[in-house]
């Protein structure tokens, strides 16, 4: 029988006392993030209990989980839970790939295994949430859930059109698709604030191009209520005990 997880102070062992898939079993232990950990069960690079798995099967109880030769059990998952807003410079990558030189964890180079919440194309700035909170991060991404994130956009040429803006808005066809509806605040005739509830690649760059713009700067200054603020590009801060409590609210 299936069970859901909810109640955040449960005890670790009480979290696995349910069937849960593979990939959501890994991320919970704070190895890395779902969407990573399905991609290396597709690879071949997930055994359990001996056995190599590329299926997301469903685990119970206390299974031999090795990811990468690392043995992973209940036993693994952090005692504590951390949450950090960084201001990602351009040029750095958001990748869990060990030998990217470029990499946001290279960079910040923390002692424990920490995860960013979804990306931030490399030729953008501005805010990444990283934490090893596997079941946080995956609320907070999932498309489904429809949560706010916030950027500063500067394109290559005025945009005083009313109907370009409304156009934007209202959705316009990339990737095969049409993108969800959005808010686009003006700033200046080249500047704009966009809210978007959706996250597909590169989206605010391909909307621009869809209308005959093309984005020169691009800084992302909120995820959910947590903000941008002051960090300066390459600053990080833990989240506060406020800016925890009203997140996990929102999940």
Known sequence: ????????SKTACNLYLCRVRLNKYIAQTGYCSLRVAENMIKSGKIQVNGIVCIQNIEVKGQPLVQAEGLVITRNSVPDKKTYVAFNKPEGLVCTE?????????????????????????????????????GDAANKIIHAENAHEKEYLVTLNKALTSGFKIAQLEAGVKILDTITKSCTVIPVNDTTFRFVLTQGL????????????????KLQRTRVMNIELGDLQPGEWRDLSSTEKEILFDLL
């Open 1 to 8: 029988m299936r069970c859901s997880i909810k109640n955040r």
């Open 97 to 133: 790939d060990k030998n990217e030189k470029n990499g946001v964890l290279d960079f910040l180079k923390f002692k424990e295994r920490i995860f960013t919440v979804g990306r931030l194309d490399k030729d953008s700035e501005g805010l990444i949430l990283l934490t090893n909170d």
């Open 201 to 216: 690649n590169r989206q605010i760059r391909r909307m621009a191009e869809a209308i005959g713009y093309e984005v020169v």
